[in-house]
């Protein structure tokens, strides 16, 4: 049995039945990045003696009889900007570097009361800031499926090491793609959840106005495991809405059949590789066949919601950052610093106006999905780009093309592995759906799974 490479849930049955213990599963991931991480790179911190500590304790509990759920005892790992108390939480900066919370995220006091075990804080584009993960603070991390490739970001850690078999679940953030990005290009799920769905409590900023916490794994089944844990209301978060958490898993396997389906086919969503777009249209015959109807769309302003969400997303990290930025701008990274520098220019009337199109697309996309089940897209609309080469700052503008709009206007959002290149790089689909409709867009994510084989692939190592 190669436990790095069960899913979670098939993890947590043997669990469950006493049939493997936690201190064997954790302790065959540490092996995995003992081999591998010095190559790969995830980590910033790992706390591998606590995990199995933790481990032991897990067992123990077992034993007795207490069984917390399906994240009893299984190993995660954790982007290092959620909060984690009496651990290192740099959030990639050179800034946080020092820093050690007092209290835990409050995502990752769910997670602890679940019995989820921590094997450390993964490497991420320096403050959130971008989608390479060339992190000059803690060193590039490289993507399993070929090395000398970006695993994306801004959550490169997460989707690297889920991809090499370090540890079953993750959980990322998401201001312009940075859960959705990563996903697609080392061939994991990633769901960006509604706006408000999961506290931001304890999470070191990026946009207060556009951040998303969110689950990642190599499994749909896997994330409805981890959201079912980490969502719901949270009164001391002013962007928590205090909506009920349904059961993520109860329709899971309820099929499509007789859904509406856009496929988003316009000058905006096809300007890409055609390899992607092809495997794209493969991913509508799937839906089709499982009895979905497909309708090809232009989906109308979708250029105007990315280019905005850029516009925001810089100048709120600029408003977070402006004392750093200010008096030690030399410890940022050159292409971190250079787009606070444009947030930092943006004018009172630009930021105004951002905000009113934000409220009029959020109204606008909402509506779209009275009349359709899902929005299909093309996660990126490259596949992962050389880590050398191409400018960071341009690296964004290409890679967040297909997700920041989703981002702009709060919608869920999932990203899932549907095809390869011809060089044997993962390929991501987007499905994107009306808010709170996280149930609906797992049931349509596990549909195309069950149906495919995509997501059993894996890098050789």
Request: glycine share 10%.
């Amino acid at each position: 049995m190669d436990l790095n490479y069960l899913s979670l849930a098939e993890a947590a049955d043997l669990i469950a039945k006493r049939e493997i213990s936690s201190e064997e599963l954790v302790q065959a991931h540490l092996d995995q990045i003992a081999a591998y991480e010095p190559v790969i790179n995830s980590f910033i911190t790992l706390t591998a003696e606590a995990a199995l500590e933790k481990a032991l304790e897990v067992d123990a509990e077992i034993q007795s009889g207490i069984y917390r759920g399906p994240l009893h005892g299984i190993p995660i790992a954790l982007k290092d900007l959620f909060g984690t108390k009496g651990i290192a939480t740099t959030a990639g900066s050179l800034f946080f570097k020092d820093w050690i919370p007092k209290d835990n995220a409050a995502v990752v006091e769910r997670l602890n009361a679940a019995g989820a075990i921590n094997l450390g804080k993964l490497n991420m584009h320096e403050i959130a800031l971008g989608v390479t993960n060339n992190n000059p603070h803690f060193g590039a991390c490289h993507n399993p499926w070929d090395l000398q490739r970006s695993p994306g970001g801004s959550s490169g850690g997460s989707a690297a090491g889920l991809a090499a078999g370090f540890f079953m679940g993750s959980l990322g953030s998401d201001t312009g793609g940075s859960i959705r990005i990563p996903a697609s290009l080392c061939g994991v799920v990633g769901l960006k959840p509604t706006y408000g769905r999961i506290s931001l409590r304890g999470v070191v900023p990026l946009s207060w106005n556009l951040d998303h916490p969110g689950p990642m794994a190599r499994r749909t089944r896997d994330i409805a495991l981890l959201l079912q844990v980490i969502a719901g209301y949270d009164p001391e978060d002013p962007s928590s809405a205090d909506m009920g958490v349904p059961d993520y898993g109860i329709q899971l396997m309820g099929g499509v059949r007789g859904w509406r389906i856009a496929l988003a086919e316009d000058d905006f969503f096809d300007k890409g590789d055609e390899k992607v777009f092809a495997a794209i249209r493969e991913t509508a015959d799937v839906f089709a066949s499982l009895g979905a109807k497909i309708e090809t769309v232009e989906f109308k302003d979708g250029r105007e919601a990315a280019r905005t969400n850029g516009l925001m997303v810089t100048s709120d990290a600029a408003a977070f950052h402006q004392e750093r930025l200010s008096e030690e701008p030399h410890n940022f990274g050159a292409d971190v610093r250079e787009r606070l520098e444009t947030g930092a220019a943006c004018t009172s009337s630009e930021y105004v106006r951002a905000r009113r199109s934000q409220a009029k697309l959020q109204r606008k996309f909402a509506q779209f999905f009275s009349e359709y089940d899902l929005l299909l897209t093309a996660t990126t609309p490259i596949a992962a780009p050389l880590l050398e080469g191409d400018d960071a700052v341009q690296q964004a503008a290409t890679l967040t093309r297909f997700t920041a709009p989703f981002n702009f206007t709060g919608l869920p959002a999932v990203s899932l592995p549907c095809g390869m290149t011809d060089k044997g790089l993962p390929i991501g689909l987007q499905l994107i759906t009306r808010p709170w409709g996280e149930v609906a867009l797992l049931r349509a994510a596990q549909a195309y799974e069950s149906a495919t084989e995509w997501h059993l692939r894996r890098p050789e190592l």
